[in-house]
C-alpha cells in the first residue's frame, strides 16, 4: 500500500482504560496507518493508565472527559478547534450501569441504573455527535460500539441490552440526519472480548467459553480485530456505508 489510510485525518478515541481496551486497539490501527489522535481519559485515577498508552501513540491532545459534565465536553471539543479547526473522526467506546442493576433481572433494575446506563452509553454519543459535526467541515466519520445483546436476549447482559439497542437506533437516525453533511455513522458489535469492563458482566467466564464454543471457525475476537473494522469506517474505503450495525464475533451473530 503506497499511502496511509488515515494520513493527514484527525481522530478523537474515547474510551481507552488499558491496553486491553478495544478502544486503544482501534487507536493503535489508526495511528499504524497515520492518523493524529486525541485521546481522553476520565478521571485522575485513569489517566495514570492511559497517559502514558496516548503519549506511546503520539496523541498530540490528551485530555480528561467525563461524559457527564458538560464543561469537560465543551472544553475538549474548544482544545480540538483551536488545535486542528477540523475533526475527521470520532470513536465513542464507552458504556457503563452499576453493577447492581447490570447483574439484576431486567425487571428489577432500578429507574436510577437505567437512566444512566442510556446516559453514559447512549445519549452522550449523540452529545458528541452534535460537537463533532461542527468541525466536520469536509465530511467525517463517527462509530460507537454495540454487541449482539442489544438484537437477542444473550447471557447476563440484561439493561446493557436496552442500552445497546438504543445506540444502535440512535446510529440509524445520526447516519440519516448527518448524511447531507457527508458524515458517516456506524456502530461496530464485537463478540465477547475480555476488557475490563466486560469483566463486570455476570458469568463473563461462562460467556466466553458459550461464545468461542458457538464461533463458526470457534474462536474469539480480538481487538486487533475490531480495530480493522474500525478501521475501514473511519478512512475512506467506506465513503458509501452509513447507519450500518457490522459484527465482528467470528460468526456468532449467524448461528442458532
Not at 486542528?84 to 464507552?94: F, K, M, R, Y
Not at 460467556?207 to 475476537?221: G, R, S
Request: glycine fraction near 8%; aromatic fraction near 8%.
Amino acid at each position: 500500500m503506497s499511502e496511509l489510510l488515515m494520513a493527514g485525518k484527525k481522530v478523537l478515541v474515547v474510551g481507552i482504560a488499558n491496553d486491553k481496551s478495544i478502544a486503544y486497539g482501534v487507536a493503535k490501527k489508526l495511528q499504524e496507518q497515520g492518523a493524529e489522535l486525541a485521546i481522553t481519559y476520565l478521571n485522575d485515577k485513569a489517566e495514570r493508565f492511559v497517559r502514558p498508552l496516548a503519549e506511546e501513540l503520539g496523541a498530540s491532545i490528551i485530555m480528561p472527559l467525563d461524559v457527564t459534565q458538560e464543561d469537560q465536553m465543551r472544553h475538549l471539543f474548544k482544545a480540538i478547534e483551536e488545535a486542528w479547526g477540523t475533526l475527521d473522526g470520532v470513536v465513542h467506546s464507552l458504556a457503563f450501569c452499576p453493577l447492581e442493576d447490570l447483574h439484576a433481572p431486567i425487571s428489577e433494575c432500578s429507574r436510577e441504573g437505567f437512566i444512566q446506563a442510556m446516559d453514559v452509553s447512549c445519549f452522550s454519543f449523540i452529545h458528541m455527535a452534535s460537537y463533532a459535526k461542527e468541525l466536520m467541515k469536509d465530511g467525517g466519520s463517527m462509530i460507537n460500539f454495540s454487541y449482539l445483546g442489544s438484537a437477542l436476549a444473550t447471557g447476563d447482559y440484561n439493561v446493557m441490552g436496552c442500552a445497546k439497542a438504543a445506540l444502535e437506533a440512535a446510529t440509524r437516525y445520526l447516519a440519516r440526519d448527518l448524511g447531507p453533511k457527508r458524515i458517516r455513522v456506524n456502530s461496530i458489535s464485537p463478540g465477547t472480548i475480555a476488557t475490563r469492563a466486560a469483566g463486570g458482566i455476570k458469568d463473563f467466564d461462562a460467556m466466553l467459553a458459550y461464545n468461542e464454543k458457538k464461533a463458526v471457525d470457534h474462536q474469539l475476537p480480538t481487538i486487533e480485530e475490531v480495530g480493522g473494522a474500525a478501521l475501514y469506517f473511519l478512512s475512506d474505503l467506506s465513503t458509501g456505508t452509513s447507519g450500518s450495525i457490522h459484527y465482528v464475533d467470528h460468526g456468532v451473530c449467524i448461528v442458532g
